[in-house]
């Protein structure tokens, strides 16, 4: 991965956007659609710039040279950050880049994803927001919380997020008795290819709380595990029981 995605708010800010032409209309568009404020290439507190200028050159290195985050329509050689393709459920948002190499296969991509996402997903993400503090009271636990939601949200499960009706089974889920039982998964691989994991083990690795791995796995397999997943050198002596919430073992088959 070299590049490093993030939602950047821009509601009220200025953006410098330079160009004329159906490039710069869009990039006025998507920034005014944001709530951003576009703005000329002279503004004083500006973080953000579009560049769609036939010769982009001498206008991208005199904002870099400002400390201003540029992006250059169709030179992703000269962009300090690109714009993914938008599947817009507000307030939930699907981005899928290519790091600058195709936005015709981002777009591809998007539209493939807008016939599966259905337009509840806002709703179910804002009926979770609206019950943070009931989730919390819950299962006080972060970990516990956590496997809750993980649980609810996967496939088939009662808030399935590709369901149309799981915005409205929020305040029922939450009255269940759901359990959160600590879980182990173990995992033979058949190659350090990641492409080579199953369906089910690379959601195991998804969802994983803790990640007991042999010495020799791979990092590209490793990188299928949540960043935030704790990770070990699995030793023979370790006992899964001892740690909390779902633990993955990774052997080497």
């Not at 009220?12 to 998507?30: F, S, Y």
């Not at 337009?119 to 496997?147: F, H, V």
Request: hydrophobic residues 45%.
């Amino acid at each position: 991965m070299h590049s490093l995605p993030l939602f950047h708010r821009i509601d009220g800010q200025p953006v410098i956007v330079l160009g004329e032409g159906e490039a710069a209309t869009a990039k006025r568009r998507l920034v005014e659609r944001a709530g951003g404020r576009v703005a000329g290439a002279d503004h004083p507190v500006a973080r953000l710039a579009f560049v769609a200028l036939d010769e982009p050159d001498q206008a991208a290195t005199a904002l870099k040279a400002r400390g201003v985050l540029v992006n250059v329509v169709d030179r992703p050689d000269l962009c300090d950050f690109t714009v993914p393709s938008l599947l817009d459920r507000d307030p939930v948002l699907v981005a899928v880049g290519t790091g600058g190499a195709s936005a015709g296969l981002a777009k591809a991509l998007r539209l493939r994803l807008e016939t599966l996402v259905p337009q509840s997903l806002g709703a179910l993400a804002t009926a979770l927001a609206g019950s943070r503090q009931a989730l919390r009271r819950r299962w006080p636990d972060p970990s516990a919380r956590r496997r809750a939601l993980d649980a609810a949200l996967a496939e088939g499960g009662a808030l399935d997020p590709l369901r149309e009706d799981s915005a409205g089974k929020v305040a029922q889920w939450l009255e269940q008795d759901v359990s959160t039982r600590s879980q182990t998964i173990e995992i033979v691989l058949s190659s350090d290819d990641p492409d080579d994991l199953t369906l089910r083990h690379a959601r195991a690795l998804g969802m994983a709380d803790v990640v007991l791995h042999d010495p020799g796995i791979v990092s590209a397999i490793l990188n299928r595990a949540r960043a935030d997943a704790a990770r070990r050198l699995f030793m023979p002596a370790d006992d899964p029981v001892a740690y909390r919430g779902l633990v993955v073992i990774l052997r080497r088959g």
